[in-house]
Each structure stands twice: as structure tokens, then as C-alpha cells.
């Protein structure tokens, strides 16, 4: 939302973002970051952050003192003064406030400052109120059709401010896209806001999530959480430009209150996820295994299911028959457990019932689906970072490393995003090395096909700030193949390893020569120009160290000559 005549209070608001900037700026410079546990990519950020506080330091906006003071004079003008016609032009061409969008959501912004004042505007708001008027009573002044309906206007539809559509004789508006709810197409009635923050009509997302979606449908990020909140600011405009254009604004269900999203089962569903605990609880195999299959199904349909299952206490029961020698009834117990951890709240209800322990034996032990679902359960919990420390401590990372050398496509997929995530906790990192991850991960670069290619350069790009890992990755011949990808790969590919490279090289002159000796120079500046940011960054980091080392090795080379050719003199000098 937009508050453009609270330009008026230039000064008090650049005032305190300066005071703010030059206390963050001053606080970031006395963290000693270089002596901190963290990952290269954090210091870095940290380091921009710090440059960027720095310059923005004292910069003041020149190029708008001419517009504070065309508002000023309006702002401090007496009641019954005329206002230039001038200044109310440049006024309205410099806050870009000519049309009915840009002046309805000027109002509405406005009214939001008074209604978050509480409802006691004061003087200043009074006066924004009357400075806006006026503007847009000369901008009305000059466009007497501005809020006329569209059906009344005798203009072309191109001149008109609204687009139009034609249907038999009748032309009609053409509804703008922010007023259109994603899902149904259709003009909002009841607009609200998702967790992230995407507006859909709510009866539509409502449908969405009652049939199991857990994601944003525009984005496909998942939902943080089910509350919907209503899109006041989008109501109103809708209405208003309804009324603008002759057509009779939406009217809201009248069942429709704004209050969150709610799960709940059915007591019929409630009973039939008892029989099954009952089921899972009995010394009877087959019916812990029916049992287990069963609510591995009910899990994954929904999050009603997956929070009712929950509550009923299977986690528990889950657990302990993940050490069953069935492997079928194996199976469905860790994949079971896989679907209630989407539920962010059962994470920390399977980890403290114990559950990693049994999910680390069936990932060594049980058949390969029952493998490939325990690595996605641990990258699940391991979403927590607390469940990193714990996950790394039960012996899963050995097994994982297995997985990604020996199972299937989707088991290597699998392990590789567990592995990633739990390599983010730097304790984690040289048990991950030690597991002989590196070998693994420079098999699937080279292997036929390329399908792990993305996974194995960002557990290489996360691993290489580790010491063992950097003494791996070059015992392991890596360079050339970094190389490669540098120069062909694709752009998240060439980034990563360019990041791998950067630490390869740091304080390493075999590694720089080898690389300079294997044409990285060109494939860097071209990385650098047209590289993602972070692959930019790695590129002038390596490229400045690359520009060092050939500099130093002309020195080298130089003096070598020169002492070679005294050495010629001075043996020649003592000939007879």
C-alpha cells in the first residue's frame, strides 16, 4: 500500500531510517563474524549487508525538493486560497495519481492510517484529506469522464480507462487480473489472503484446502498455516470500481466470517482410526500389518486425517513396530510416519517417542521402499533444526550415503536431500565425509544420464567450507570436472561449482595453478557476467584470486630470470 502524501513528512521518516540504518550498520560491524561457525555464504551476506548500510549512509533524495515543496505549499495554503493549476498538475504527474486506480488507492490508504490511528485522525490527517481532495478534483477537472460508468462514456476503448469487452450489443468491462480470484477466474466476492500472501475468492481455496491441498495454488509453496485472512483493501476496491463501471457490486455469502480454516474428522472417521489402533496394538501380524497400511492411506490423504491419527495416539504404536521382521508391515509403519511428519506439529511427536533409532534400522535393513521412504521421513524431521543435531548423532548418515550410491532413482534423491539438509548443521559435515559421501558424489557427476548431477554438486557446494571435505574433493581429482561444469553447466550448476572451486583454492597454489591450467579464466569471466548472483560472487572471488596468483607467478618468474642472468654475468665476468 502506498502512502505518497506522507511525502509531507519527508523529514521525520528519512531522519529515522538514517538512525536506523547507522544503528544496524554499527551493530553488524562489532559481530566478529570471521571467528563464528558459519557458513561462507552467511558471511558474505553479512558482509553486503554491511557495504550496503555503509552507502546508504547520508544519501539524501535530491531529485524530490521540488515535490516536497509543490506539496507544501498546497499543505500550508489557507482554506479559501485558490490552489495553482500548475502545481496541482505537476503534483498529480509526479505522485502518478491521474487515473481511478491510482486515486481510490491513494483514499483507501489514507483511510487505513486513520482507522490504524484509532479512529482519531487529527489535524495532519485532515489536512492529507483536503490536499488529496483537491487533487483529485482538478484531475476530474480535467477528465470529466473519469468516474462515469463505461457504459455511459462516449469514448473509444482505447482512450477510456478501462478496457472493454463486447458481448452481443453490450460492451462490458473487462475485469483487471488482480480482481479475479486465481482458481475460478471469476470476480472476488470475499478476497483472502493465504500464508503467502496470494489473495483467492474464499469459497474457492476453502475447496482447495478441504480436499487434502496443503500447498498455495499459485505458487506451490507450502501453507505455513490454514488461516485465511480477509482482503479488506481488495473488497473495497472491487466495489468501487463496480460502481464505477455500472455494475452492481459483489455481494459476500452471507455464511462467509472471517475465522481460520478448521480440520476435523467426521465421527465415523474418528471411530474407524480407533478399530485400526486397536488392530496395530494386537500381537496378530496380519492385523498390524492391515492396520498399519490402512492409516499409512488415511495419512497421506489429508491433514484432518494426519492430525486426528496423531491425537489418537499411533505414533507410539508406529514406532514399535518398525522393528517387526515383516517387512511389508515394516514398510508401511516408516511410511506411515513419513506422511504424519507433513504435519508440522507431529515432527516433534514421532522424534521425541523415540522413532529415529527405528527409522535408521529400516533405512539399513529394510527393502528398498521401505529404505527410500525412511530417508524421506529423516529429511522431513530434519526440517527442524534441533532434529538435525539428533539425526546426525543416531548413525543415519552412514546408511544414507549407501542409499545414494546403491538405490534407485528416486532412493538417491531421497538420501541426497537428507543428507543436504542435515549437512546444513556443521557437526554433521565431517561425519558425512567420513561416511565416503565424496567418492559417491563425484561417481554420480561423471555417471551417464546426469540425473543426480543437481543434488551431488549442492552436497559438494555445502561440504567444501569443511576441512576433510576439501582434502577429499581434491584427493578425489575434482578439479577438471568442476572445470566442465563451470563452463557448460547449467546456471545453478555452474554456481555451485564455482563455490566448491572458491574453497578448493583458498590458500592453495596447486589448486590455483591446476585450474588456471585448465582454462577456468574464461569460463568465470563469462560466469561473472551472465552467472546467477551467488555464481557472480564466486566468480570475482575466484577470479581475484586466480589474477593474484598468475601476478605473483610473473613475479616469480621475472626475478628467477634476472637471477639467472646475474648469475650468467658473473660466472662470465670470472672466465680469463
Known amino acids: ?44 551476506q553479512v558482509e553486503l549487508v554491511q557495504a550496503q548500510f555503509r552507502r546508504a549512509k547520508g544519501r539524501v533524495d535530491v531529485p524530490d525538493v521540488e515535490l ?3 506539496l507544501l505549499s498546497l499543505y500550508n495554503k489557507s482554506n479559501d486560497a485558490a490552489a495553482d493549476p500548475e502545481v496541482l498538475r505537476r503534483l498529480a504527474e509526479r505522485l502518478q495519481l491521474v487515473g481511478i486506480a ?18 482519531d485522525p487529527g489535524a495532519i490527517f485532515e489536512k492529507m ?30 482512450s477510456s480507462g478501462a478496457q472493454t469487452t463486447t458481448v452481443g450489443n453490450h460492451t462490458a468491462p473487462v475485469i483487471p487480473d488482480d480482481f479475479r480470484c486465481p482458481i475460478s477466474l471469476e470476480l472476488m466476492k470475499d478476497p483472502v489472503i493465504v500464508s503467502t500472501g496470494q489473495t483467492y475468492e474464499r469459497s474457492c481455496i476453502e475447496k482447495w ?21 480477509p482482503n479488506y483493501v481488495l473488497r473495497s476496491l472491487i466495489a468501487q470500481w463496480c460502481e464505477a463501471n455500472g455494475i452492481e457490486p459483489p ?11 478448521k480440520f476435523a474428522c467426521s465421527p465415523a472417521e474418528l471411530t474407524k482410526i480407533q478399530i485400526l489402533l486397536c488392530k496395530l496394538s494386537s500381537s496378530n501380524p496380519e492385523d498390524q500389518r492391515t492396520a498399519a497400511g490402512e492409516i499409512r492411506l488415511l495419512a497421506k490423504r489429508n491433514a484432518d486425517n494426519r492430525v486426528a491419527i496423531a491425537e489418537a495416539g499411533a505414533i507410539p504404536l508406529l514406532v514399535k513396530i518398525l522393528s517387526t521382521p515383516d517387512s511389508r508391515t ?26 529415529v533409532p527405528g527409522i535408521v534400522q529400516v533405512l539399513k535393513k529394510g527393502s528398498m521402499e521401505a529404505r527410500e521412504n525412511a530417508a524421506a521421513t529423516l529429511f522431513s524431521l530434519s526440517v527442524v533444526d534441533e532434529n538435525k543435531v539428533a539425526i546426525g548423532a543416531s548413525g543415519a548418515i552412514p546408511p544414507l550415503v549407501t542409499l545414494l550410491s546403491e538405490g534407485t532413482q528416486r532412493g538417491k534423491k531421497d538420501a541426497a536431500t537428507a543428507l543436504f539438509n542435515l549437512c546444513i548443521y556443521q557437526g554433521n559435515k565431517g561425519k558425512t565425509v567420513r561416511a565416503g559421501v565424496i567418492p559417491t558424489l563425484m561417481c554420480l557427476l561423471t555417471e551417464p544420464g546426469g540425473g543426480m548431477v543437481d543434488e551431488a554438486l549442492a552436497i559438494l557446494a555445502i561440504l567444501a567450507s569443511h576441512p576433510e571435505a576439501k582434502s577429499a574433493i581434491g584427493a578425489a581429482k575434482a ?66 584470486r586466480l589474477s593474484r596468483f598468475v601476478e605473483q607467478q610473473k613475479r616469480s618468474q621475472s626475478q628467477a630470470e634476472a637471477q639467472a642472468e646475474q648469475s650468467l654475468s658473473q660466472s662470465r665476468a670470472q672466465q680469463p
Open 209 to 229: 484446502l478441504e480436499q487434502g491441498h496443503r500447498t498455495c495454488p499459485k505458487t506451490q509453496q507450502t501453507l505455513s498455516n490454514p488461516a485465511l485472512t
Open 1 to 44: 500500500m502506498e502512502y505518497k502524501i506522507f511525502v509531507l513528512e519527508r523529514e521525520q521518516i528519512m531522519h529515522k531510517f538514517h538512525e536506523v540504518t547507522a544503528r544496524l550498520e554499527q551493530a553488524l560491524s562489532k559481530i566478529s563474524h570471521e571467528n563464528l561457525d558459519i557458513l561462507e555464504e552467511v558471511k558474505e
Open 129 to 158: 484529506s483536503n490536499l488529496l481532495k483537491e487533487i483529485k478534483d482538478f484531475v476530474q477537472t480535467e477528465n470529466p469522464n473519469l468516474y462515469a460508468p463505461a457504459r455511459e462514456k462516449n469514448l473509444p476503448p482505447s
Open 479 to 544: 578439479m577438471p570436472v568442476l572445470v566442465d561444469f563451470i563452463g557448460n553447466g547449467l546456471p545453478r550448476n555452474k554456481e555451485n561449482a564455482a563455490a566448491v572451486l572458491v574453497h578448493l583454492c583458498a590458500g592453495d597454489q596447486q589448486h590455483l595453478a591446476d585450474a588456471e591450467e585448465l582454462g577456468v579464466m574464461g569460463h568465470l569471466v563469462d560466469l561473472a557476467q551472465n552467472g546467477t548472483d551467488r555464481g557472480k560472487r564466486k566468480a570475482a572471488q575466484l577470479l581475484q
Open 68 to 70: 516536497y515543496e509543490d
Open 251 to 261: 455481494k459476500r455469502p452471507s455464511s462467509s466470517q472471517p475465522s481460520k480454516t
Open 102 to 119: 491510482e486515486l481510490m488507492q491513494e483514499s483507501l490508504a489514507l483511510h487505513e492510517m486513520v482507522s490504524a490511528s484509532g479512529g
Open 330 to 355: 515394516q514398510e508401511h509403519a516408516v511410511t506411515a510416519l513419513l506422511n504424519l511428519s507433513i504435519c508440522e506439529d507431529n515432527k516433534g511427536s514421532i522424534i521425541s517417542s523415540g522413532a
